[in-house]
Nanobody, 117 residues
Framework: QVQLVESGGGLVQAGGSLRLSCVPS????????MGWYRQAPGKQRELAAL???????NYADSVKGRFWISRDNAKNTVYLQMNSLKPEDTAVYYC???????????WGQGTQVTVSS
């Protein structure tokens, strides 16, 4: 069973930056997407940023220009650089890896990001 190991969450003041990292516990074949979703208290889980094969990138409108997703294909690692953080960015951030024809993919356990005003 593959586990996605997330790191980099924490508490930061508004305007600050954090960098999230996600690495699988073992190699995953036929990866077609890597990214980050987030879930704020009382809200549904939503896409923050996703990068697919060919380096096509999708960002939530609310994070465009502030967040930057990147991946290291050799390490199967995905990163999320979050700048100019706002209190409304406070959420649990979940790493996601899609592979092959699997409709569910792999999910991390989540890492808390808290932005204080």
């Amino acid at each position: 069973q593959v586990q996605l190991v997330e790191s980099g969450g924490g508490l930061v003041q508004a305007g600050g930056s954090l960098r999230l990292s996600c690495v699988p516990s073992r190699s995953i074949f036929s990866i077609n997407a890597m990214g980050w979703y987030r879930q704020a208290p009382g809200k549904q889980r939503e896409l923050a940023a996703l990068i697919t094969n060919g380096d096509n990138v999708n960002y939530a409108d609310s994070v465009k220009g502030r967040f930057w997703i990147s991946r290291d294909n050799a390490k199967n690692t995905v990163y999320l650089q979050m700048n100019s953080l706002k209190p409304e960015d406070t959420a649990v951030y979940y790493c996601y890896v899609g592979y092959g024809n699997n409709p569910f993919g792999y999910w991390g356990q989540g890492t808390q990001v808290t932005v204080s005003s």
